[in-house]
């Protein structure tokens, strides 16, 4: 008996279903993407289901379809890093997929027939939205449970790292590079560097440090004028806060590699101690993939000026 495939149902739940997909593979890999560049991703790997409405295609070209499928999936959603980091991501995408098509036979598993339509390798199932969206949000909740219990695979790295604003440079912290650093501007994506505002007092441009140390006593400061700041939620031990943000920031990386900048760089200052005290700053593996070697001097003052929007 033929299924009736409804063109909508199948695209809004391959949509959803490859949005929770992706974000697992962006925990598995150590950087999740931003909400925007998951829908990014997303949205080709709903249209790609097209192909089960298609007349039958011979085996390899099935396969080369959902192979370039996948890779332009990824592609879409993940920065590239190289292309060690493109086929990890491609290849957990593709286990992923595979874990789902298992969830949802073992959901179905006392219920048959199961109402399969196949066709060029694109299934669709003939399921309640519900129990499909569910299976695909269980597979991702259970892999998030996984990571928490027993840790996701992390490179730390300690760095020197320098900070200047405006012609004024802060002294050299101490940075630590962990690819478990999740915080993220939920405007515009952007990974940012947190910083300790205690080893930072008193080295800033006063407009900044002035808002900052009326902002950590509980004051309601308006943002100084001309200099690009914002609040960021972040979730921390005692609970989710909302930390001050300043862009514009030139940074300087020296560790174990070659020395990096970055320019418009967006820093989140905090007054808690970051990692017991040992460390001033924390930036994640997507900010350092944002520097580049430091092959030309700093750049002017007015260039530092340019805000990250």
């Not at 033929?2 to 925990?27: E, H």
């Not at 501007?185 to 990974?191: I, K, N, R, V, Y």
Request: glycine share 10%; charged share 15%; with cysteine.
């Amino acid at each position: 008996m033929k299924t009736v495939i409804y063109l909508d149902v199948l695209l809004l739940l391959n949509f959803l279903v490859a949005y929770l997909l992706l974000r697992a593979v962006g925990f598995l890999c150590g950087a999740p993407p931003g909400f925007l560049r998951t829908c990014a991703g997303a949205v080709p790997a709903a249209l790609s289901t097209l192909i089960l409405l298609a007349p039958p295609m011979p085996a390899a070209a099935c396969i080369l379809y959902q192979t370039v499928s996948a890779a332009g999936i990824c592609r879409a959603a993940f920065p590239f890093r190289g292309w060690r980091g493109f086929a990890r991501q491609t290849v957990w995408y593709f286990l992923l997929n595979m874990g789902l098509a298992g969830a949802v036979l073992l959901a179905l598993s006392r219920d048959l027939p199961l109402g399969v339509q196949t066709n060029n390798l694109a299934v669709y199932w003939a399921v309640s939205p519900t129990l499909l969206v569910g299976s695909a949000a269980g597979v991702y909740f259970v892999l998030r449970l996984v990571l928490a219990l027993f840790g996701a695979p992390k490179d730390t790295e300690n760095w020197e790292l320098r900070l200047s604003l405006n012609g004024t440079k802060a002294p050299p912290l101490n940075a630590l590079l962990d690819t478990g650093f999740l915080l993220r501007d939920p405007l515009s994506g952007q990974s940012p560097i947190l910083a300790s505002y205690n080893s930072l007092r008193g080295t800033l441009p006063p407009a900044i440090s002035g808002f900052l140390e009326r902002y950590f006593a509980g004051a309601c400061p308006e943002f100084p004028p001309g200099i690009p700041v914002r609040l960021i939620p972040c979730k921390t031990a005692g609970g989710i806060r909302t930390l001050p943000a300043v862009g514009g920031f030139f940074a300087r990386l020296s560790g174990p590699g070659n020395p990096r900048q970055a320019e418009r760089v967006l820093v989140v200052f905090t007054d808690q101690t970051l990692a017991d005290g040992s460390v001033q700053a924390l930036f994640g593996k997507e900010f350092y993939h944002t520097t580049r070697p430091l092959r030309e001097p700093a750049p002017s003052a007015g260039r530092e000026r340019s805000a990250v929007e």
